[in-house]
């Protein structure tokens, strides 16, 4: 199918399908490139910025929060002694598992509608 030359609005589902998957396999391995080229970047580049070809690239290692340092940081800073650094949140895995779906659709929102193909 060449869609070159249509847009959008002329094409019939059948072929927004077949585009939309042809685009995605695209996608799909340009972004596994992009990651190896990043990688590769990574591993050649110093820390900080160098300019290539008329543009900089940035290598930086930022820090996150893991489990071991969470659990580090909570010995160190225990809630009873350091409250304002802790907050209750709903845990909506476990509310999603113990409530029935009917009631909980009553304090979600709409995310938008999504197509999936398969």
């Given at each position: 199918m060449n869609t070159?030359?249509?847009?959008?609005?002329?094409?019939?589902?059948?072929?927004?399908?077949?585009?939309?998957?042809?685009?995605?396999?695209?996608?799909?391995?340009?972004?596994?490139?992009?990651k190896a080229i990043r990688v590769a970047l990574a591993d050649r580049l110093n820390l900080g910025t160098t300019v290539l070809a008329g543009l900089k690239v940035t290598v930086t290692e930022p820090l996150r929060w893991d489990t071991k340092g969470k659990a580090k940081f909570a010995a160190?800073?225990?809630p009873a002694t350091y409250p304002d650094l802790y907050k209750p949140e709903?845990?909506?895995?476990?509310?999603?598992?113990?409530?029935?779906?009917?009631?909980?659709?009553?304090?979600?929102?709409?995310?938008?509608?999504?197509?999936?193909?398969?």
């Open positions: 070159t030359n249509m847009s959008i609005e002329t094409m019939d589902s059948t072929d927004l399908v077949v585009r939309d998957t042809q685009i995605g396999e695209a996608l799909e391995a340009l972004t596994g490139e992009r160190d800073y225990p709903i845990d909506t895995r476990a509310a999603d598992r113990l409530i029935a779906p009917a009631v909980l659709d009553g304090y979600k929102a709409s995310s938008g509608r999504q197509v999936r193909i398969s």
